[in-house]
T-cell receptor, first 113, second 114 residues
Framework: KQEVTQIPAALSVPEGENLVLNCSFT??????LQWFRQDPGKGLTSLLL?????REQTSGRLNASLDKSSGRSTLYIAASQPGDSATYLC????????????FGGGTRVLVKP | NAGVTQTPKFRVLKTGQSMTLLCAQD?????MYWYRQDPGMGLRLIHY???????AKGEVPDGYNVSRLKKQNFLLGLESAAPSQTSVYFC?????????????FGSGTRLTVV
């Protein structure tokens, strides 16, 4: 069974620091990997999608890398702001799971002013 | 842009009652999904649909039924609610299953079964 692990489970940083969020998955046969943001009591907002043929994807202060062979993805958030406080979820789309997303447990981020 | 809309947003049920959660998308997406999110368990797939008139079981389908009579709507039914079904339910949709296809999520339905 595919396992998706996100480390750390929680992270607290002062405003302005860069954030590094890690995601690992046991089955490297994936189509893509999506990073989501979830605010308390809200739904999931898609941040970035990295296709299996790509090494990284960027959007503004966000950069996500993918190393499919080692089963790892990292989300970098530059110059963090209090508005970045949320839970971040990674979800690879795994071929063996019928091309559906499998979610990690998330990293809860708090950026202190 | 409405995207994916879920109704209701909140609901309290008594054990044994039934209800239907509605998911509607206006993006002409073929694929639709129902997930539940529980503390410590993450998001788990309940049922999904690969097109109008189709449904399939996900990871945790027991106690739920679904229907996709129209392409834009995906209904999740609880025939006899149990306290174990207390959860936050999310609907999602995607255009297709390819590598460049992303999921769009609704804002969720918070269900409490007492």
């Amino acid at each position: 069974k595919q396992e998706v692990t996100q480390i750390p489970a929680a992270l607290s940083v002062p405003e302005g620091e860069n954030l590094v969020l890690n995601c690992s998955f046991t089955d490297s046969a994936i189509y893509n990997l999506q990073w989501f943001r979830q605010d308390p009591g809200k739904g999931l907002t898609s941040l970035l999608l990295i296709q299996s043929s790509q090494r990284e994807q960027t959007s503004g202060r966000l950069n996500a890398s993918l190393d499919k062979s080692s089963g790892r993805s990292t989300l970098y958030i530059a110059a963090s702001q209090p508005g970045d406080s949320a839970t971040y979820l990674c979800a690879p789309k795994i071929k063996a799971a019928g091309n559906k997303l499998t979610f990690g447990g998330g990293t809860r981020v708090l950026v202190k002013p | 842009n409405a995207g994916v809309t879920q109704t209701p947003k909140f609901r309290v049920l008594k054990t044994g009652q039934s209800m239907t959660l509605l998911c509607a998308q206006d993006m002409n997406h073929e694929y639709m999904y129902w997930y539940r999110q529980d503390p410590g368990m993450g998001l788990r797939l309940i049922h999904y649909s690969v097109g109008e008139g189709t449904t399939a079981k996900g990871e945790v389908p027991d106690g739920y039924n679904v229907s996709r009579l129209k392409k834009q709507n995906f209904l999740l039914g609880l025939e006899s609610a149990a306290p174990s079904q207390t959860s936050v339910y999310f609907c999602a949709s995607s255009y297709w299953q390819g590598a460049d296809s992303s999921y769009t999520f609704g804002s969720g339905t918070r269900l409490t079964v007492v």
